[in-house]
């Protein structure tokens, strides 16, 4: 189960991205790339944003990527969805930083101009588990720990 969870992750490129800071949560779309063995999610956002400021207060997130994009309104109780936990990391070398953003860029060619501004920050997210919820009761869970 967990290589269908893997690749549903890889066969995706949107998901939202849940933090919270104190008691208040906060989601965000967010376009991601993942490394080969799906352990680590790359994003990009800029530094001024509520989100990049909840992470850094608070660097445990979860995120939802799912298949209902591709479900008929008449088969939304056969929508897949994987919930990730993780925890934020900063990505401190910037060899690895411009590896990581051309690995986004590859996979997202419309955010250039975004990955080039200078307020934009990459980083990743390292996975703790999948959850998958197939349909509206078939569940199952992976732990990476």
Do not use: W
Request: proline share 3%; charged share 30%.
């Amino acid at each position: 189960m967990l290589e269908a969870m893997k690749d549903m992750l890889r066969s995706k490129d949107t998901c939202v991205l849940a933090t919270v800071a104190g008691s208040e949560p906060h989601c965000s779309l967010m376009s991601y790339a993942v490394d080969e063995d799906c352990r680590e999610i790359y994003m990009m956002t800029f530094r001024n944003t509520r989100k990049y400021e909840n992470l850094m207060s608070n660097p445990a997130v979860s995120l939802l990527v799912d298949t209902r994009e591709g479900d008929s309104p008449g088969k939304r109780s056969q929508t897949k969805a994987l919930t990730i936990s993780g925890h934020f990391e900063r990505i401190g070398s910037k060899e690895r930083k411009n590896r990581i953003k051309d690995r986004l860029l590859e996979r997202h060619p419309h955010l250039k101009a975004f990955a080039e501004n200078p307020d934009t920050e990459v980083f990743l997210i390292k996975v703790k588990s999948f959850q998958l919820l197939d349909g509206l009761t078939d569940a199952s869970f992976a732990s990476l720990d």
